[in-house]
């Protein structure tokens, strides 16, 4: 079965400086897609930003932007510029079409923003 | 509505009751997943509609859970014969489904507390 891991439990960050999420996954497709979710205290879950595999360029939205490293399996999320309302749980989540199309996520890394 | 709706949002039973919650999926969207979030955890995946397809149940943690999905449109997550461990949030989402970029979008969730 695929797993995502994220290894980092918590996370904090200061205000307007910039953190890296990680998140490694494993599969042995090569059709998938990958997603960062963000879950505020409200409960709502909102997706941050996604890439599809066969792309090469890192998939950017703002200050939100990802460091895929296919070969190695890993989709890390970096914030820029971090703001008080970027304070979330985040997680990382997988897709293949080719493998019942669900969704796995890992366990979330809580973020902290420290004003 | 919009998006994904879910009902109760707050739910207390007594242990040994059973619960029905609600998911409204967004319209058209044929794809329809529940996910179980205990405090302060990951996702866990619970079942999977696609369409008419039989659903992917594997994420069931016990015969006392069980769903259905009427129409190819609102689904019922019921669980029977209520345990403290049961207490979590219950998320559900819906995807357009198919292959593609297409993402998941959540509901609030329904927290439900066994006392």
């Known amino acids: 079965a695929q797993t995502v891991t994220q290894s980092q439990p918590e996370m904090s960050v200061q205000e307007a400086e910039t953190v890296t999420l990680s998140c490694t996954y494993d599969?042995?497709?090569?059709?998938?897609?990958l997603f960062w979710y963000k879950q505020p205290p409200s409960r709502q879950m909102i997706l941050v930003i996604r890439q599809e595999a066969y792309k090469q360029q890192n998939a950017t939205e703002n200050r939100f932007s990802v460091n895929f490293q296919k070969a190695a399996k890993s989709f890390s999320l970096k914030i820029s510029d971090s703001q008080l309302g970027d304070a979330a749980m985040y997680f990382c989540a997988y897709r293949a079409p080719n493998t019942g199309n669900q969704f796995y996520f890992g366990t979330g890394t809580s973020l902290t923003v420290i004003p | 509505g919009a998006g994904v709706s879910q009902s109760p949002s707050n739910k207390v039973t007594e242990k040994g009751k059973d619960v029905e919650l609600r998911c409204d999926p967004i319209s058209g969207h044929t794809a329809l997943y529940w996910y179980r979030q205990s405090l302060g955890q990951g996702l866990e995946f619970l079942i999977y509609f696609q369409g008419n397809s039989a659903p992917d149940k594997s994420g069931l943690p016990s015969d006392r859970f069980s769903a259905e999905r009427t129409g190819g449109s609102v689904s019922t997550l019921t669980i029977q014969r209520t345990q403290q461990e049961d207490s979590a949030v219950y998320l559900c989402a819906s995807s357009p489904g198919g292959r593609g970029r297409n993402t998941i979008y959540f509901g609030e969730g329904s927290w439900l507390t066994v006392v």
């Open positions: 599969t042995s497709e090569s059709d998938y897609y």
